[in-house]
């Protein structure tokens, strides 16, 4: 135990745990909103879905509860009982918590996938703080292990959605992360229900996405191969530029200790210079993501769809912009959201 399994504040006591499960879910707000606005979607309406979700969740949470209580007086012979409370209970809220996705999405004509993919990033850095903070409480290396692994899993793999891995594959992979995990490290009571759960549900998802991108856009080969030529070249050349920015970041100068030291003058052109640099630095990463994006989809036979509303895109527009993934009127909506 590192740290106190309780906290005082002011004349109350508070288990320490659920003090980092509440800024767990504070950083998990964060995460959903960050991401979403990053994708495009609308800021105050994906606030309004994560606390949706966070509230859908308690609800669940406090249904499974107060069945836990009854059976445990009234019915103590209910198989319920025999499951790991905390295990079900976990799944419980997380199902519940996933429900205003379907509803939200439905009624905004939001890809529901790429939502679920936002909260597996966001899931993923909860689950990673609150692992962290049973071993430290606790002593439980079990969740240091688990925390660790899901960070190592969360910056190799989550970050490339969009352009390695299609729309709402990543939500999958996580569960199945899980799922692996859970059967070989904690295996408590009622396990393989709890992880057989987790697992069909993984196993749907790709199931109802791969449904929706059977569908193949047959655009010409002399096209598909100009835009090819073109995308690369694009990138070739965007690469170029971002390590030519990196080189040129007045921070990491060779000089920088002995040139800027005694005036201020030159200190706030060097701040400012710095955030030029910065800013372009981050345009040309965001073109670079876009062209690794069409180029995925060139690989994977999906080029020419929007990864959006799934429609075909005009080809003028792709003649025009080949890293163009979103057809004329989803990328509209993405840019006025993100305008707001």
């Known amino acids: 135990m590192l740290i106190p399994q309780d906290i005082s504040i002011g004349t109350q006591?508070?288990?320490t745990l659920l003090i980092i499960a509440f800024l767990g879910l504070l950083y998990w707000v964060f995460i959903v909103w960050y991401e979403g606005?990053?994708?495009?979607?609308?800021?105050?309406?994906?606030?309004?879905?994560?606390?949706?979700?966070?509230?859908?969740?308690?609800?669940?949470?406090?249904?499974?509860?107060?069945?836990?209580?009854?059976?445990?007086?009234?019915?103590?012979?209910?198989?319920?009982?025999?499951?790991?409370?905390?295990?079900?209970?976990?799944?419980?809220?997380?199902?519940?918590?996933?429900?205003?996705?379907?509803?939200?999405?439905?009624?905004?004509?939001?890809?529901?996938?790429?939502?679920?993919?936002?909260?597996?990033?966001?899931?993923?850095?909860?689950?990673?703080?609150?692992?962290?903070?049973?071993f430290l409480v606790l002593g439980d290396y079990v969740f240091l292990i688990l925390s660790i692994l899901i960070l190592t899993f969360h910056s190799l793999v989550l970050r490339f959605r969009g352009y390695k891995f299609v729309s709402g594959a990543i939500f999958s992979f996580f569960l199945f992360f899980l799922v692996l995990f859970g059967a070989l490290m904690i295996r408590r009571n009622g396990y393989l229900l709890i992880y057989g759960s987790l697992f069909i549900l993984g196993i749907v998802n790709l199931f109802f996405r791969r449904r929706i991108s059977v569908y193949k856009r047959n655009l010409p080969a002399e096209l598909i191969n100009s835009i090819k030529d073109k995308l690369m070249r694009k990138d070739s050349k965007l690469k170029e530029s971002q390590q030519r920015l990196v080189k040129e970041d007045p921070y990491l100068q060779d000089d920088r200790a002995n040139s800027n030291s005694e005036s201020m003058d030159e200190a706030i052109l060097e701040d400012y210079q710095k955030s030029v640099t910065d800013a372009e630095l981050g345009i040309v990463k965001g073109l670079r993501i876009q062209v690794k994006r069409a180029l995925a989809a060139i690989k994977m036979g999906k080029y020419g769809i929007c990864q959006v509303c799934g429609n075909p895109i005009d080809k003028a527009r792709l003649q025009a912009y080949p890293e163009a993934t979103t057809c004329i009127e989803c990328a509209s909506k993405i840019s006025e959201a993100s305008d707001e």
């Open 13 to 15: 006591r508070l288990p």
């Open 37 to 134: 606005r990053k994708d495009g979607f609308e800021s105050d309406k994906t606030l309004d879905l994560a606390f949706s979700s966070i509230i859908s969740g308690a609800v669940f949470f406090y249904i499974y509860s107060s069945y836990f209580k009854f059976i445990t007086i009234y019915r103590p012979g209910n198989l319920f009982l025999k499951a790991d409370y905390e295990l079900m209970v976990s799944l419980f809220s997380f199902i519940g918590s996933l429900i205003p996705v379907f509803i939200i999405s439905k009624m905004w004509n939001w890809s529901r996938y790429r939502l679920l993919d936002i909260y597996a990033m966001a899931y993923a850095l909860f689950i990673f703080l609150f692992g962290l903070g049973r």
